[in-house]
């Protein structure tokens, strides 16, 4: 990492070559800036906090996907929650409401300190439900995959045996805790550390949590769900993927939501061995986009902030502390460090 004379005051980090496997500091750079005047209809906005999450690592591959590569030596983006500082003319947010000076907003111009963007790009905050920063992660887009991903695309039934993976992460513990309150009868989680498991038995409701790192992922969900899972929601891939497949039960959904595990490999991963299963068992394996599912914000928000605003569903943060901090947070997420919801504090 390194660091670019500039404006102090306002900064932004840059992607400066693509990583090659986990990604180093020299991959990145701070850099001073200065903001460009307001037009009518934008805001400049102060951020207070930043999202790092799993995609982005994707995204420092110069690849085709479903979301356009970070360019080099341009700034990076995602999802920030900040204050109205300035606003200029009639802004408006994406919901047709006046701006004003102090509102606390939700946008995408992330990864720096400022920002200057059209009104219509940011969203005002509901903060009678939750936090600003729970807009981030259980109330933002790591919670709508969930509930996207656990009710449409697993077609998640009452009832249901569930498994998820990464499931003290961000998506994870919403997804189990949505399964326990709609009528799951099994709930299962995966995560790395005794003190994960425990938070997610002890504090998120889950009936079993499998430490992965202590024993392989087949044999600990053959013992935490021995009659088999009707829906599997894969945030992780590799071995955790063909252990599900195993453990799945006739008719089965898998829900591919991410692939943690291989997003720093430089080669593909090997497949799952067992992909055969598939026949037999008549399973469904289907990959989302949680972009692909926005019409089920309304009710989402309605139903997970209900649950949030009463203490039904509980959400843990993992809060960096400073702009400088942003990569570490970023390097620490890919490798657990995060207990919950990761985000960096300006
Ligand atoms: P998390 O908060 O779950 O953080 C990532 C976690 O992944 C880490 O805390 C770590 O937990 C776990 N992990 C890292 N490496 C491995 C590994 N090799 N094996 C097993 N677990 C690993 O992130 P999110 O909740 O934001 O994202 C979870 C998943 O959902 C990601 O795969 C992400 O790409 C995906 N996603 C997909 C979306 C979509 O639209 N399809 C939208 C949003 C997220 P531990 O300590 O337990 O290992």
């Not at 933002?140 to 969930?146: D, F, K, S």
């Not at 039904?312 to 620490?332: K, N």
Request: proline fraction near 5%; glycine fraction near 14%; charge should be negative.
């Amino acid at each position: 990492m390194s660091s670019r004379a500039g404006s102090q005051a306002y900064r932004e980090w840059h992607l400066v070559r693509r990583p090659q496997g986990e990604p180093v500091s020299d991959d990145f750079e701070l850099v001073g800036v200065r903001l460009p005047g307001l037009d009518d209809g934008e805001v400049l906005v102060r951020n207070t906090f930043l999202s790092v999450d799993p995609y982005m690592r994707g995204r420092m591959n110069d690849v085709k996907s479903y979301i356009a590569p970070f360019q080099l030596g341009a700034p990076m983006d995602g999802g920030a929650v900040g204050v109205v500082e300035r606003v200029s003319g009639d802004a408006v947010d994406s919901t047709d409401r006046r701006l004003r000076e102090g509102d606390l907003v939700l946008h995408n111009a992330g990864w720096r300190t400022h920002a200057v963007l059209p009104g219509r790009a940011t969203r005002v905050i509901d903060t009678s439900l939750a936090p600003a920063n729970a807009w981030l992660g259980v109330l933002g887009m790591p919670g709508l995959t969930a509930y996207a991903g656990l009710l449409r695309v697993g077609e998640f039934r009452s009832g249901d045996r569930v498994f998820v993976s990464a499931a003290a992460g961000a998506v994870g513990s919403v997804v189990g805790q949505l399964a326990r309150i709609k009528g799951a009868s099994l709930v299962v989680g995966s995560a790395g550390g005794p003190d994960k498991v425990s938070w997610l038995v002890d504090e998120a409701g889950f009936d079993v949590a499998v430490d992965y790192k202590a024993e392989p992922i087949a044999s600990g969900l053959l013992r935490a769900a021995p009659d088999g899972i009707d829906v599997y929601f894969d945030n992780v891939g590799g071995d955790h993927l063909e252990a599900a497949i195993g453990s799945m039960r006739r008719g089965g959904h898998v829900a591919v939501c991410g692939m943690i595990s291989s997003y720093n490999d430089t080669e593909p991963p090997p497949g799952p061995r067992n992909l055969g299963m598939l026949i037999g068992k008549r399973l469904t394996i289907r990959g989302f986009l949680v972009n692909d599912h926005a019409d089920l914000r309304p009710q989402f928000e309605q139903e997970v902030g209900t649950w949030v605003r009463d203490g039904r569903m509980v959400f843990r943060e993992t809060v960096v502390e400073g702009m400088e901090q942003t990569v570490d947070a970023l390097q620490s997420l890919l490798s657990g460090g995060n207990t919950g919801k990761m985000l960096v504090r300006l």
